[in-house]
């Protein structure tokens, strides 16, 4: 009886183990930055955490992951200033990593060595949201992001205008916190909003009748009000915008 105990004992240890050695090499980056350039630039950066390795491609956050890195591409973006990190695609080029926590500030850190004042950028999180007595977090593979930590990243970056979209759960739940100077930040519902929503920001950047006031170009503040109007109003989009007049993206 002993033996079997002594082994079974033996089992525990080894996948206690093993779950704590994962799950420090998880929470490691592992993109590396150091062949990306560094000239002043325009940066855009998408990260999408997603959920089912095998469907992953029919996620709706894998494809407005993808559909923003195009639209940046078609605008005439370098496709060296958009990082994208999406979780289970490993083979595909254009992505630089899995959405993890450490990938994720290893990314922001980043950019704040090579934004400057004159820098437009772009953040996108799509995932899925949560709110408990801590605040406001999306869970990742690794670590669970919290609002206060992703403003922490924010507040260290150099930029001209800064556009942030959420797509997630309780997204609005992180605008008071990143909400700051400069910045439009976007989120696809309301704070207490705890349903996945069809909020598509990519839809409107690309659908001329979002061009509400017919000149031609369609600002980001256009696609937020397009997407409200008629995707998701019940889910109350919302948005802070601490920067004067309207923001297009570079191209536009």
Request: with cysteine.
């Given at each position: 009886?002993?033996?079997?105990?002594?082994?079974?004992?033996?089992?525990?240890?080894?996948?206690?183990?093993?779950?704590?050695?994962?799950?420090?090499?998880m929470a490691?980056?592992?993109?590396?930055?150091?062949?990306?350039?560094?000239?002043?630039?325009?940066?855009?950066?998408?990260?999408?955490?997603?959920?089912?390795?095998v469907?992953?491609?029919?996620?709706?956050?894998?494809?407005?992951?993808?559909?923003?890195?195009?639209?940046?591409?078609?605008?005439?973006?370098?496709?060296?200033?958009?990082?994208?990190?999406?979780?289970?695609?490993?083979m595909?080029?254009?992505?630089?990593?899995?959405?993890t926590?450490?990938?994720?500030?290893?990314?922001?850190?980043f950019?704040?060595?090579?934004?400057?004042s004159?820098?437009?950028?772009?953040?996108g999180?799509?995932?899925?949201?949560?709110?408990?007595?801590?605040?406001?977090?999306?869970?990742l593979?690794?670590?669970p992001l919290?609002?206060?930590?992703?403003?922490?990243?924010?507040?260290?970056?150099?930029?001209?205008?800064?556009?942030?979209?959420?797509?997630?759960?309780?997204?609005?739940?992180?605008?008071?916190?990143?909400?700051?100077?400069?910045?439009?930040?976007?989120?696809s519902?309301?704070?207490?909003?705890?349903?996945?929503?069809?909020?598509?920001?990519?839809?409107?950047?690309?659908?001329?009748?979002?061009?509400?006031?017919?000149?031609?170009?369609?600002?980001?503040?256009?696609?937020?009000?397009?997407?409200?109007?008629?995707?998701?109003w019940?889910?109350?989009?919302?948005?802070?915008?601490?920067?004067?007049?309207?923001?297009?993206?570079?191209?536009?």
């Amino acid at each position: 009886m002993w033996q079997k105990l002594a082994a079974m004992a033996l089992v525990v240890t080894m996948l206690t183990t093993l779950a704590y050695s994962t799950s420090a090499e998880m929470a490691a980056p592992t993109v590396d930055f150091s062949q990306t350039p560094t000239e002043q630039a325009d940066w855009v950066f998408i990260a999408a955490a997603l959920h089912d390795p095998v469907n992953y491609m029919d996620d709706p956050d894998y494809q407005e992951a993808m559909a923003l890195h195009d639209y940046f591409l078609g605008l005439g973006f370098d496709e060296e200033h958009i990082i994208l990190l999406v979780d289970y695609d490993t083979m595909n080029p254009i992505v630089d990593g899995a959405a993890t926590k450490g990938n994720i500030f290893a990314a922001l850190d980043f950019l704040a060595t090579v934004s400057t004042s004159d820098s437009f950028l772009f953040i996108g999180i799509l995932n899925l949201g949560h709110e408990s007595g801590d605040g406001f977090w999306v869970q990742l593979s690794d670590e669970p992001l919290y609002d206060c930590d992703l403003d922490t990243k924010l507040d260290a970056l150099t930029y001209d205008e800064m556009v942030v979209t959420l797509v997630f759960r309780y997204s609005g739940g992180f605008l008071p916190e990143i909400g700051q100077s400069g910045r439009l930040c976007i989120a696809s519902c309301k704070n207490n909003i705890d349903v996945d929503t069809d909020f598509r920001l990519s839809n409107a950047l690309t659908n001329p009748n979002a061009d509400w006031n017919g000149n031609g170009r369609i600002s980001f503040e256009e696609a937020f009000w397009d997407q409200w109007s008629w995707a998701n109003w019940e889910y109350n989009p919302t948005a802070k915008d601490k920067i004067w007049g309207s923001v297009y993206a570079p191209g536009a």
